[in-house]
């Protein structure tokens, strides 16, 4: 099972979708994107640096389940490498539609490269209080959220 993000700012609906993959897979590959990759984001300044956000990653795996059983690894490109994986059983991704739309278009490079497709769970995202998705772009501008302020 694969599951990739930026983890920016580690937050509920990013311990949501990591708990959600650690519950289906018995093996968790986390790819983290580097520097490199976020530099074209808005806000890519304010994005916590490779190592805060793999720092943080990991101390949440460690506190959910024992090592071994999750890696962490960087990813450069939209792919991070899943069209090449051929054990990849599955992709847990969010339901943000560009997300989802990412993980049918790596299912048909994997295709083209002969493996097989692999499963596509979607988890739903946390919502704040506002009917909005938590994100860390919504943290990078300063709006705050308290635990109070989120729905499943």
Not at 37 to 48: T, Y
Not at 82 to 104: G, P, Q, R, T
Request: glycine share 6%.
């Amino acid at each position: 099972m694969v599951f990739a993000g930026t983890f920016d700012r580690l937050h509920e609906g990013h311990r949501h979708l990591l708990r959600t993959a650690l519950r289906l897979g018995q093996h968790v590959a986390i790819g983290l994107t580097t520097d490199r990759m976020v530099s074209w984001k808005k806000d890519a300044e304010r994005i916590q640096s490779y190592e805060e956000r793999r720092r943080a990653v990991e101390a949440f795996l460690r506190e959910e389940c024992p090592e071994g059983r999750w890696t962490v690894f960087p990813i450069d490109t939209v792919e991070g490498g899943a069209d090449k994986m051929a054990d990849l059983e599955a992709l847990v991704v969010s339901d943000e539609i560009s997300v989802v739309k990412n993980a049918f278009a790596i299912n048909e490079l994997r295709e083209r490269n002969g493996l097989r497709r692999f499963h596509i769970v979607v988890v739903p995202r946390v919502r704040t209080r506002d009917g909005r998705p938590l994100s860390s772009s919504r943290l990078r501008r300063g709006e705050v959220f308290s635990p109070d302020d989120l729905t499943y």
